[in-house]
Each structure stands twice: as C-alpha cells, then as structure tokens.
C-alpha cells in the first residue's frame, strides 16, 4: 500500500468513527440514556443544536434532560454530511 493509499484509508476511518459517535450520540439522547450521551462529548465540546448553544459534558446533557422533560420524545435520524479533521481536532456537522 503507497503512503497516500495509506492516509486516504486513516482519513476514511477517522471520518466513519466520528459519524458513528454523533450517531451514537443521537441514539443515546432519544433513548434517555444520559450517560452514554454524555460519554459521547469531551468536556470542552462546542455544541450548537436548533436549541442548544454552548459547551459538552454535563451542560448539554443537563439542558438535554431538561428539554425532554418539557418536551416529550423525539426521534433523530442522523446522517452526517461533513466531517473535517485537523489533528487532534475534528468538527461534523449535520442536518
């Protein structure tokens, strides 16, 4: 395998593992599971949903409770469109 064969298959990858984390995040949120929700974010994640603005761990999964407790149930069907990585940092946006 060449080099460049070699970073497009690590690039691929690390894409497919942060889909499968805001994926697992989504799941998590609709089934009430805070915990793995919360285990889904670093602590100083900025997070910017339809009505959540601000940072991860225990802020967003506070406000999260919060809301379904006011707002009953909801179903997310993620497909994640953009993943961009830069080292040890990524972003992934979604519809």
Same mark, same amino acid.
């Given at each position: 395998?060449?080099?460049?064969?070699?970073? /497009?298959?690590?690039? $691929?990858?690390? /894409?497919? !593992? $942060?889909?499968?984390?805001? /994926?697992? !995040? /989504?799941?998590?949120?609709?089934?009430? *599971?805070?915990?793995?929700? *919360?285990?889904?974010?670093? *602590?100083?994640?900025?997070?910017? +949903?339809?009505?959540?603005?601000?940072?991860?761990?225990? @802020?967003?999964? !506070? @406000? +999260?409770?919060?809301?379904? @407790?006011?707002?009953?149930?909801?179903?997310?069907? %993620?497909?994640?469109?953009?993943?961009? %990585?830069?080292?040890? *940092?990524?972003? %992934?946006?979604?519809?």
């Amino acid at each position: 395998m060449s080099q460049d064969q070699a970073q /497009r298959l690590q690039s $691929l990858i690390d /894409r497919e !593992e $942060l889909f499968d984390l805001v /994926r697992r !995040e /989504r799941f998590a949120r609709d089934q009430r *599971r805070f915990d793995v929700m *919360r285990a889904c974010f670093h *602590r100083d994640a900025y997070i910017r +949903t339809s009505w959540y603005d601000g940072r991860g761990g225990d @802020a967003d999964v !506070e @406000a +999260t409770r919060k809301w379904m @407790a006011s707002a009953g149930n909801s179903k997310h069907w %993620v497909f994640p469109a953009f993943a961009q %990585v830069n080292g040890d *940092r990524a972003t %992934v946006e979604s519809p």
